[in-house]
Structure formats: structure tokens, C-alpha cells
């Protein structure tokens, strides 16, 4: 006796739907699966520049987003006007050179910048002592200050060793990215 499968017949009460394009392939993701605290803060500070206030992220399975609190800022931008040196009343000196405008690089003088924009802050509280002060000898990775930035607070780290000469930002004001905050003499 054999044992023959027999396969089902096809119902041709119910008509069949037409067949639909097949769907595309999505493309590959790229994305990757995780992001790290540099990339965060670098959107941050993106963010911190861009007109937009809320700007949503999502890398894997991390998701979040970054919004701005208040009006959108404005820039003005104004023309700068340099004034000419008058002229020396009838007098024999030779006339000095004209000063830059800039800050002026010391040798031997590191400039620890901010990496993103944000609040300045040189104490973790208000009621704390600040990180360092001039004179105060810093070594790579101490902490510095803390800058915040959406509701994160950033701490900055000291990228070189040696003597703080200078704080070049009051505490509680408003840094852009790449603004100097403090000047360390190498050594």
C-alpha cells in the first residue's frame, strides 16, 4: 500500500488578490549601535548653534532630545569700525606701530578653550570652592571648571600640566566654542 500526499485543492469560490510590487529592500543601516558622551557633547554644542530649539536623536536603542529653554538667540552682526591714529601735530617722532586687535599668544602660555557652548561655572555649587585659582598647579585630567550645556553639566579637564596664570571668564557667563577660559603657563 502506498502512501501518496495529495495536495489541497485551490477553493475557486474566493478570488485570489492581485500581487503587489515587492516592497524595496530598506537600505543598509549605518547607524551605529551605541554613541558615546564626545559624541553627545559635540550635538550638543551643534545644537547650541543652530536656530532650531529641539532637536531629537536616535542611534540604536538610545534615544533622546536636546531642547533649547527660551527664544531662539539672535545675532546682530555689527561692522567693526577701526579708527585711524590722527596724525602727529607737526612732531619729528616717528609714529608707533599700530597694536593688534587681538588677544596676543605669550610663549610659553596654553589657553584651555571650551569644547562646547554653554554657562561657565568654576565651582560645582555655588557655595563650593572653585577647581583651581592662579597659581594653582594643574596636571592633564584635573578638572578644571564645569561648563553647561542643556541642562548637562560638563566638566573641563586641564589638557596640559602646569601653573594657572589666569581665569579669562567671570564665573555664571555665557562661553562659545573655542573661547579661551583659562591660561596655563607650561611647566
Known sequence: MSTSRKKPAADKKTPQAPKAAAPRPAAPRTTPTSIGLEEIKTLIALVGREPFQEF?????????RIRKDG????????????????APAMSSA???????????DEPGIHYVTSPIV??????SNPSAA???????YVKPGQTLCIVEAMKLMNEIESDVAGEVVKVLVENGTPVEYGERLYAVRIG
Open 71 to 86: 527664544p531662539a538667540p539672535v545675532v546682530h552682526a555689527a561692522p567693526v569700525v577701526v579708527a585711524a591714529p590722527l
Open 94 to 104: 616717528p609714529a608707533a606701530a599700530p597694536q593688534p586687535v587681538g588677544p596676543v
Open 56 to 64: 531629537e536623536f536616535e542611534a540604536g536603542d538610545m534615544r533622546f
Open 118 to 123: 554653554g554657562t561657565f561655572y568654576r565651582a
Open 130 to 136: 572653585p577647581y583651581v585659582s592662579p597659581g594653582d
